[in-house]
């Protein structure tokens, strides 16, 4: 992969750590407070951005979808519309989230579902726009966040490869600050649903840009496995407390299970290595004990010719390597060995 961005001053490359986004998305129950307090555990976790969501809900439904029925566990309104308005952050909120976000440290942007969104959030100058797998195919509402010209990460739920390269095609001449991230669209996802070697394919067609992973699965696991395929940005669903009310809360992960995916994240960065073999100074100890030498098996006198039985194979590997076994038998003692001392080249002619 040789595609590179850079998210509010953070480089994403093939040489970074994963950038890890804590997708925070309705599961503050339209309270700013509670917001406020998730940004604040995002940000002591580790994670490099938090994210939102933001929707002209009048403007994104129609009537009768805004008006259906919305009456379950999780509802927060009678109808769709007025549960999605009951979630809605406005500007007032939004300026207090973004200087709270500043203040920590941590990066926030949000995902726009329409162009009322966009607008508003580019008017608050987001540093970068996410969209949901919804709009894979809404190349208008793509090219409108691409003319911004900040990062973009793209979710590619439910998508076939060509609604994929569509995207990248619309998006592309006008913004090259792109991150496909490959996800799937079921809630929890099961192992079996993430076709994870799609972020392969991703990286070999889309060589000039980076590749992430929106991580639905129940767990951290994964996102790991992501890293190792290439994935160089994983947003995962984040909440205070899994029991709250909400259709995302139960695969959210908590503020210590966010911390864990990302040490493990950066761990595994710093497991890669640079592929070249050799043995390390932290090693030498315990390789001390293991190791095996070439030892005199008994009492051996001078110009002794050395036999099968004369050899003896044990630790600590102070010697010579048993892989010389077969060099030595056959050759003759210049000296004297006692039982259990190193054999070594130099005594043998």
């Not at 599961?27 to 604040?40: E, I, R």
């Not at 979630?87 to 162009?115: C, N, S, W």
């Not at 739920?157 to 998006?171: L, M, P, S, W």
């Not at 992960?253 to 710093?270: F, N, P, S």
Request: proline content about 4%; hydrophobic content about 40%; glycine content about 8%.
């Amino acid at each position: 992969m040789t595609g590179r961005i850079d998210i509010d001053g953070t480089e994403v490359s093939e040489r970074t750590d994963c950038y890890v986004v804590a997708e925070v998305g309705c599961n503050h129950a339209g309270d700013v407070g509670v917001a406020k307090q998730m940004l604040t555990h995002a940000s002591f976790s580790g994670a490099n951005a938090v994210k939102l969501q933001k929707r002209n809900n009048a403007e994104l439904f129609t009537k009768e979808m805004f008006d259906s029925p919305y009456i379950n566990r999780n509802s927060f309104g009678d109808t769709y519309g007025m549960h999605r308005e009951a979630l809605e952050f406005g500007r007032e909120e939004y300026v207090e989230l973004k200087q709270h976000a500043i203040q920590l440290g941590i990066t926030m942007f949000a995902t726009p579902f329409d162009f009322s969104s966009v607008d508003f959030l580019a008017d608050l100058e987001m540093p970068a726009y996410k969209t949901a797998s919804g709009d894979i195919t809404n190349i208008p509402l793509l090219k409108y966040i691409a003319e911004i010209g900040k990062p973009m990460l793209v979710s590619t739920g439910g998508a076939t490869i060509d609604d994929v390269q569509r995207a990248y095609d619309a998006i592309m001449p006008i913004n090259k600050r792109l991150c496909i991230l490959q996800c799937t669209s079921s809630y929890p996802a099961e192992p079996e649903e993430l076709n994870l070697r799609v972020i392969e394919t991703y990286r070999q067609r889309f060589p000039d840009i980076v590749v992430g992973l929106s991580d639905h699965q129940n767990g951290i696991a994964m996102a790991i496995v992501a890293y190792m395929l290439g994935a160089r940005v994983v947003e995962k669903h984040f909440t205070l407390n899994r029991a709250w009310k909400g259709t995302d809360q139960a695969f959210s992960l908590e503020a210590e299970g966010m911390r864990k995916l990302v040490r493990d994240l950066q761990r595994a960065r710093v497991a890669l290595g640079d592929g070249f073999k050799r043995t390390l100074l932290e090693e030498s100890g315990p390789l001390y004990k293991m190791r095996k030498k070439l030892v005199a098996s008994r009492q051996l006198p001078t110009d002794h010719k050395l036999e099968r039985d004369d050899v003896a194979i044990k630790a600590p590997g102070d010697g010579l390597a048993p892989y010389h076994l077969e060099d030595i038998i056959g050759k003759r003692t210049t000296r004297e060995f006692m039982t259990d001392e190193n054999l070594t080249l130099e005594a043998l002619t």
